[in-house]
């Protein structure tokens, strides 16, 4: 498979003030993972762990008071173009070389994104035209009925106001004109957090058949819902602290988790069938760190049942496990990762 997006190291913080004092919020601390075209990766951890802060870096979206501190995110186009992180200035070039054109992002608010006194048309216009100069209304609305009608949305929806839509609607018209320039990775941020169980299924089918129509070729969904992400993902990347602690094929990460962490995030998810509800729902002890001072070594071994004295000490590298797995944890030996 070929790369859509390489990072290594990957390092962004968040810079604050306290008084005349300096410190750094390590939202993002040394992530390595690649995304290959074709991908569905799902992107999955804690509230807080930093999955919203990597989609940022995924965007080479780096303003005050967030900060790149180093490291490599390279996105490679379908006609072999690289771009790299550090060769970006400043945040407009990255918006009139990059947004749109070759990533998009549906942030977590998407539903209230859509200026409620504007027309869905006149939307996807002020979008398209920021990109290319001399689109027409007219086209405008040809493209959007298009890619309307495979998202199965009615084609009067282009006439009406972001308010009169559901909630679901909204959803799949936000993913709609963030395609419009066919991006080469999307990236959706809790897309599904607060929609009902119905809606979500017609979100994860709207997702799913972009790329099926090659409208995006790859796609990070980013959730704390496990049991959501195993739906529509062909691989889970697992973020603990602002680290990726897993990676490895969706089958795979459920059935055979890894790490202590990611085995402690599938067991805490509710389950309807009977076995589930004789075992009860259990939970991780502890709470997530604190990233402005995290601790030494492993960052999950506060809460880890099997810390070992290395755990406290050293930072595990990721390692291959049996070829194809990728993990953050010493109780498995290897070679380092990607």
């Known amino acids: 498979m070929s790369e859509r997006m390489i990072l290594e190291n990957v390092r962004a913080y968040y810079r604050q003030l306290k008084g005349t004092t300096e410190y750094f919020v390590k939202a993002v601390d040394g992530v390595n993972f690649t995304i290959y075209d074709g991908d569905i990766i799902g992107l999955v951890g804690e509230s807080g762990c930093g999955k919203s802060t990597l989609a940022k870096a995924l965007m080479f979206d780096f303003h005050p008071p967030l900060e790149f501190k180093g490291g490599r995110i390279e996105l490679i186009t379908r006609d072999g173009k690289r771009f790299n992180a550090s060769q970006f200035k400043g945040i407009d070039t990255v918006k009139k070389t990059l947004w749109g054109k070759h990533i998009a992002y549906v942030p ?75 991006p080469e ?26 790329k099926k129509l090659g409208f995006v070729d790859s796609i990070v969904f980013i959730t704390h819902d496990i049991s959501t992400v195993r739906q529509i993902a062909n691989r889970i990347a697992v973020m603990y602290a602002g680290r990726i602690v897993e990676v490895g094929s969706t089958e795979q990460v459920i059935n055979e988790p890894l790490h202590p962490y990611t085995e402690g995030l599938i067991h805490s998810v509710p389950s309807i069938e009977l076995e589930g509800k004789e075992k009860g729902i259990s939970y991780i002890p502890g709470h997530p760190p604190n990233l402005i001072n995290p601790p030494a070594g492993c960052r999950f071994h506060p809460r880890c049942p099997h810390a070992m004295d290395i755990c406290r000490k050293e930072a595990p590298p990721l390692m291959k496990i049996n070829g194809n797995r990728i993990v953050a944890c010493w109780l498995y030996g290897g070679e380092k990762g990607e």
């Open 108 to 182: 977590q608010d998407a539903l209230n994104a859509l200026m409620p006194t504007i027309k869905i048309k006149k939307i996807a216009y002020d979008i398209l035209r920021s990109h290319e100069k001399g689109i027409t209304l007219k086209k405008t609305i040809e493209l959007l009925k298009e890619r309307l009608a495979e998202l199965d949305l009615p084609e009067y929806v282009i006439d009406v106001y972001p308010f009169q839509l559901s909630g679901g609607m909204r959803q799949r018209v936000v993913l709609a004109m963030t395609t419009l320039l066919t």
């Open 185 to 210: 990775v999307l990236i959706v941020d809790e897309p599904t957090s607060a929609l009902d169980v119905i809606t979500q299924k017609i979100v994860l089918k709207a997702l799913v058949q972009l």
